[in-house]
C-alpha cells in the first residue's frame, strides 16, 4: 500500500524554526507534485504550499510566503517544509498530500479535491 509518512512536528516557541519531512512510501515521489495542508482545531484543512514535480515551481499561500519554503530531495524520496518566524496561528497539523491518479492542474493546487494521497499527519505547536 502507497503512502506519505510526515515528521518532525513538535512545540516551539514563537520566532523559533521547524522543518517538516514528507517521504513516500512503497512509491517514487520524484513523478508526483507536493502539497502541505494544515488544519488548525475547529477550522477546515487549509493549503498552505505546493512544488511540482517537472520544474520545482513553488505556491505559497499569503498567510505564509516569506516564512515558509517548501522543498523537495527526491534522492531521499522526501518532501520538506521549512517553517520559520513560527507564530501561535501556525499550530495545526500538518499534512502533505500528492496526486498519482492522473496530471494535476497546477493553478489548482490549494484544493483538497485534486489530491488524492495524503499522509497521516504531524501536530505543530508553537507557544510561549
Known amino acids: 500500500q502507497v503512502q506519505l509518512v510526515e515528521s518532525g512536528g513538535g512545540l516551539g516557541k514563537p520566532g523559533d524554526s521547524l522543518r517538516l519531512s514528507c517521504t513516500a512510501d512503497?512509491?517514487?515521489?520524484?513523478?508526483?507534485?507536493i502539497g502541505w495542508f494544515r488544519q488548525a482545531p475547529g477550522k477546515e484543512r487549509e493549503a498552505v504550499s505546493f512544488?511540482?514535480?517537472?520544474?520545482?515551481?513553488?505556491y505559497y499561500s499569503d498567510s505564509v510566503r516569506g516564512r515558509f519554503t517548501i522543498s523537495r530531495d527526491n534522492a531521499k524520496n522526501t518532501g520538506y517544509l521549512q517553517m520559520n518566524s513560527h507564530n501561535p496561528e501556525d499550530t495545526a497539523v500538518f499534512y502533505c498530500?500528492?496526486?498519482?491518479?492522473?496530471?494535476?492542474?497546477?493553478?489548482?493546487?490549494?484544493?483538497?479535491?485534486?489530491?488524492?494521497?495524503w499522509g497521516q499527519g504531524t501536530q505543530v505547536t508553537v507557544s510561549s
Open positions: 512503497r512509491f517514487d515521489l520524484e513523478w508526483y507534485p
Open positions: 498530500a500528492t496526486r498519482l491518479a492522473g496530471r494535476m492542474t497546477n493553478s489548482r493546487w490549494f484544493a483538497r479535491d485534486k489530491y488524492d494521497t
Open positions: 512544488i511540482t514535480y517537472i520544474d520545482l515551481t513553488t
